[in-house]
């Protein structure tokens, strides 16, 4: 079973530029996550989806920030524009049920991305 | 509220070594879980043990063991005759409701 899949790896832009992240869960999992990791504030949820339907966005920075899960296969994660402060590291995890009291978090490999 | 304390910021044992990394939570929800992921070098983040608040019952993997008390809301992770391809940011993480939180991670060094 494959897992959790984001593209792209590595995303290098400028200041200002729009940014798209993209995720495909693991086929099944009903929760999605976008986490974001950097050096000063960790790991910080984000946003997540239950069915394809946004839940909690509190963790979401700014309105410069967005995402969407159009359908149970994709999400994408949004910045436009884009500044150097966003330059993190970010993961998009899946899992089923109420991931908390049921499955671990299954997490992708991650963006890279640098604002410069 | 809901926190996760891992004190430690960084490990580093000669191999063969055992280490323990500490992680101590804050949380009033009654049922509860808690994890352990590791992070390689590599980047991803891989998940070790889930641990519900109703189990208290000590747990070993090979040369990984994990001790949860919830007297001292701790749940420490043990590495034993650590090696090389331990090194790695190890997170210990509360869920509680629909959210994970994650402690900011113990990085482990293991010399040859």
């Known amino acids: 079973d494959a897992g959790v899949i984001q593209s792209p790896r590595h995303e290098v832009t400028e200041m200002g530029q729009e940014v798209t992240l993209r995720c495909k869960p693991i086929s099944g999992h009903d929760y999605l996550f976008w986490y974001r990791q950097t050096m000063m504030r960790g790991l910080e949820l984000l946003i997540y989806f239950n069915n394809n339907v946004p839940i909690d966005d509190s963790g979401m920075p700014e309105d410069r920030f967005s995402a969407k899960m159009p359908n149970a296969s994709f999400s994408t994660l949004k910045i436009q524009p884009s500044e150097p402060r966003d330059s993190a590291v970010y993961f998009c995890?899946?899992?089923?049920?109420?991931?908390?009291?049921?499955?671990?978090?299954?997490f992708g490999n991650g963006t890279r991305l640098t604002v410069t | 509220a809901q926190k996760v304390t891992q004190a430690q910021t960084e490990i580093s044992v000669v191999e063969k070594e055992d280490v323990t990394l500490d992680c101590v939570y804050e949380t009033r929800d009654t049922t509860y879980y808690l994890f352990w992921y590791k992070q390689p070098p590599s980047g991803e983040l891989v998940f070790l043990i889930r641990r519900n608040s109703f189990d208290e019952q000590n747990e070993i993997s090979g040369r990984y063991s994990w001790n949860f008390q919830k007297s001292t809301s701790s749940f420490n992770f043990t590495i034993t005759a650590s090696q090389v391809v331990d090194s790695a940011v190890y997170f210990c993480a509360l869920g509680g409701g629909f959210k994970t939180i994650f402690g900011a991670g113990t990085r482990l060094f293991v010399k040859a």
């Open positions: 995890a899946s899992s089923f049920v109420r991931p908390s009291y049921n499955s671990p978090l299954h």
